[in-house]
């Protein structure tokens, strides 16, 4: 036999791990090892975005004490007061600033109002038996890389009914531009007019779309390709994200958020999938080919609003958005990389560090997010823990932080079976709090950056959001990136009243996936 192969999903792609190195590349214990400078960061956060609250105490305080005051007692400021110009001017001066100071530094709330999966027709549904055949079919794999295929599809956690493209499941198959557009039309439209169905909004009323889909990027944009198609208003602030990997979802809904601060009573649109037409990988380099069995056609399309108005019909207010970029060092730069193989074929190479520099970027993402989510009780035993190892050098067991207080749903990248192990062993999460996660993997498959939504949909469809619950949506992707997203719900979900792909078979779900260890080839 040769040497053990572990297949792990992540960043938008799938790391073929020698098994020799498998103690030195898994992913570490994040929580274990975490460094000052981070919960010093995720602080810098809370208070940076949050001096609106300091004035909200002495308000507080100010109108518990004017509403003491009798009408005679009025009487007796007023009488004091007018014969006072200085302090007259002096304290409406203050109120004035104070009251400028509040409405200017308070953050416009982010609503989510409701959004929607793309779930593709029966006929483009691809079993293992049919993703085998069509493999054979092509005539260029070996032998050898066929049999690896078979092997990642046994255990990579994806089930029998998720979906591939048109042109990949054509006999021979059919890559080009064409084809790569129709796939995105057909995605992006489809999620899309489900979202209008559901939310009764225009598409006129759109002043903000975002779209992020990280390998195909044509001219003119897929950007451009909504706003041509739902003929969008002339002055709409239109971005389109390229390259960032699966993580990429959430950087859209950051910056659609930071475009709601600015811009009152709007609404924002976004759209996040990934194309499969032409960048199916065709040659035989191992690292290359994982992706052809994870990947699989699906978007989503998220509609978020800044009116206050839009409130009591939303699901769920954006609370925290935390980004970590870890590009600035070469290692992680490169760990995941496109290019061409030795035969000149286009595929995504991936570094035997990949998942040293995931466990990395994880660590600091959680550690920045906990000083913003967790209990202060946690908290404090956290840091003083913290501080006795790293600054008194005492030798006292490490206190892990139970995110399971800060939230009650768990929506993580499905990227592949081992790094969902890998987070529900480190974050201590149960087979319920990862049951969104894996069954989304099971039954649609790896749908890089739009996977997080149809994990909300599962979760929905099972009527688990109660008013008042808080989702943390956790992706990474390459550069090395990884983001957070924390969404706390404003009303009950009813699954009766709900339209998302889960609903006509989620009392099918779940379903036992053994797990298996690893990938001999």
Not at 78 to 91: D, P, Q, Y
Not at 475 to 498: H, L, Q
Request: aromatic residues 10%; positive net charge; glycine residues 6%.
């Amino acid at each position: 036999m040769g040497d053990e192969k572990e297949s792990l999903g992540t960043s938008g792609c799938v790391l073929v791990q020698d098994m020799g190195e498998r103690g030195k590349n898994k992913l570490p214990n994040f929580l274990l090892s975490v460094r000052l400078k981070y919960v010093k960061l995720g602080y810098h956060y809370l208070i940076s975005h949050g001096m609106y609250l300091l004035l909200v105490p002495l308000l507080g305080v100010a109108a518990a004490h004017l509403s003491t005051l009798t009408i005679k007692d009025f009487l007796q400021l007023w009488n004091h007061l007018k014969f006072n110009l200085v302090t007259v001017i002096l304290c409406s001066a203050l109120m004035v600033f104070l009251a400028t100071l509040y409405f200017m530094s308070r953050p416009r709330k982010v609503y989510l109002v409701d959004f929607a999966c793309y779930k593709p027709e029966k006929a483009r549904m691809c079993t293992r038996e049919i993703f085998m055949e069509r493999s054979v079919l092509t005539g260029t794999f070996s032998e050898e890389n066929l049999a690896f295929q078979k092997k990642i599809l046994e255990r990579s956690g994806l089930g029998q009914n998720t979906y591939l493209p048109e042109a990949v499941l054509r006999v021979p198959p059919n890559p080009c531009m064409a084809e790569a557009r129709k796939e995105a039309e057909l995605v992006m439209f489809g999620a899309i007019d489900q979202l209008l169905a559901k939310t009764g909004v225009k598409a006129k009323d759109i002043g903000i779309l975002v779209v992020n889909c990280s390998l195909f990027n044509p001219t003119p944009s897929l950007s451009a390709m909504i706003v041509n198609h739902y003929k969008l208003r002339g002055n709409i602030m239109s971005y389109n994200l390229g390259g960032m990997g699966c993580s990429a979802g959430l950087i859209s809904i950051d910056l659609a958020k930071q475009m709601l601060q600015v811009h009152p009573n709007s609404y924002a649109l976004v759209v996040s999938m990934e194309n499969i037409t032409l960048n199916w990988y065709f040659g035989n380099n191992r690292s290359m080919l994982v992706s052809n069995c994870l990947f699989r056609m699906g978007g989503a399309a998220i509609l978020l609003s800044n009116r206050s108005s839009d409130r009591r019909r939303s699901k769920y207010q954006l609370i925290h958005t935390v980004r970590t970029h870890k590009g600035a060092d070469d290692r992680c730069y490169n760990c995941v990389f496109q290019e061409e193989d030795e035969t000149k074929t286009i595929g995504v190479a991936l570094s035997k560090d990949l998942m040293a520099v995931a466990g990395e970027a994880l660590k600091t993402n959680i550690t920045t997010l906990g000083p913003l989510v967790l209990p202060m009780s946690e908290q404090l035993l956290f840091f003083l823990t913290l501080v006795g190892r790293k600054i008194f050098k005492m030798k006292i067991k490490p206190y892990i932080p139970d995110f399971k207080l800060a939230f009650e749903h768990f929506c993580i990248h499905a990227g592949g079976r081992a790094v969902l192990d890998e987070l529900e062993k480190n974050l201590d999460l149960s087979e319920w709090h990862m049951e969104p996660s894996r069954m989304t993997l099971y039954r649609f498959g790896n749908t890089s950056s739009s996977s997080l939504w149809y994990e909300l949909a599962y979760t929905e469809a099972k009527g688990r959001i109660r008013k008042g619950d808080r989702t943390w949506q956790i992706a990474f992707g390459s550069g090395f990136k990884c983001n957070s997203a924390v969404w706390r719900a404003i009303r009950t979900i009813d699954p009766v009243k709900e339209k998302n792909p889960w609903m006509d078979e989620i009392d099918e779900f779940p379903v036992h996936v053994p797990k298996v260890a690893s990938i001999v080839t």
